[in-house]
């Protein structure tokens, strides 16, 4: 069973940054293609970026693209989102997610993709 923390989240203005952290307990992580979603305010969960085992490919929600990036360190077995640019529109509970694969470059962005979710980690734009 794969444990995973999401840390980062917060209250920033319209314009800001934010990086969020998501630490596995899995130490086979180097193994798991792994993405965040999002869930605003009174709407269904979406997605926001994913990658692949290796690290070599990503994929976005366009509504994020050249925005956000997301990336990996395998060593300290973490994913991380990189947030610029905030907007209002961001303001969600994020959430990662994790599966395990055997594909080395494939990037899952759909919800049923994942087998292990963690908590959430609230982000808040102010305009």
């Known amino acids: 069973q794969v444990q995973l923390v999401e840390s980062g989240g917060g209250l920033v203005q319209a314009g800001g940054s934010l990086r969020l952290s998501c630490a596995a307990s899995?130490?086979?992580?180097?193994?798991?293609?792994l993405g965040w979603f999002r869930r605003p305010p009174g709407k269904e969960r979406e997605f926001v970026a994913a990658?692949?085992?290796?690290?070599?490919?990503?994929n976005y929600a366009d509504s994020v693209k050249g925005r956000f990036t997301i990336s990996r360190d395998n060593a300290k077995k973490t994913v991380y989102l990189q947030m610029n640019s905030l907007k209002p529109e961001d303001t969600a509970v994020y959430y990662c997610a994790a599966r395990q694969v055997t594909s080395r470059t494939v990037a899952y962005p759909r919800e049923y993709d994942y087998d292990y979710w963690g908590q959430g980690t609230q982000v808040t734009v102010s305009s």
């Open positions: 990658i692949s085992w290796s690290g070599v490919t990503t």
């Open positions: 899995e130490r086979t992580f180097s193994t798991y293609a």
